[in-house]
């Protein structure tokens, strides 16, 4: 099973700022009130931008009322400015909500996804995928795949 379904990846964003991308990435999420996520997930960024570095960004929160983790996967070719720690531009959006009542298991979460996007060879694969499901492909498992 993939840390993110095929289903919530878009490869081709035309955003141009930071909340009109998380802003596309709630669009993908039918299940999720996207007026309270986004208040969410833009309440975590004022505390610091969740651009990592590499051209990697991945905006989270809790929810109250969400069952399990949901993730979600945006790629911008161009690049977006996300306010990254680095200062370049964002290509890869991964955005992480969690149930509010489950703490560790968000931490947990969210240290793989950085771990696999930090790798050259995952953000390389992501860049060059053709279709939605080579994404997913690239995060199921423990371990994220390389190519």
Known sequence: MSLIP??????????????AIIAEVLEMLPSVDSDQAMAVVMEREKLG??????????PHGRLPDLEAPI???IRHVEGVDFDAIDGKPVHIVVL???????ARS?????AGLA?????DSVRQAVMAAQTAEEVSALFVGSETQTT
């Open 49 to 58: 931008s969740t651009g990592i570095g590499y051209g990697i960004a991945i």
């Open 96 to 102: 992480l909500l969690a149930p509010e009542n489950k």
């Open 71 to 73: 993730t979600a996967l």
């Open 6 to 19: 095929a289903d919530a990846v878009l490869l081709c964003s035309e955003s141009s700022s930071k909340a």
């Open 106 to 110: 968000h931490l947990d979460l969210l």
């Open 115 to 119: 771990r696999a996007l930090q790798k």
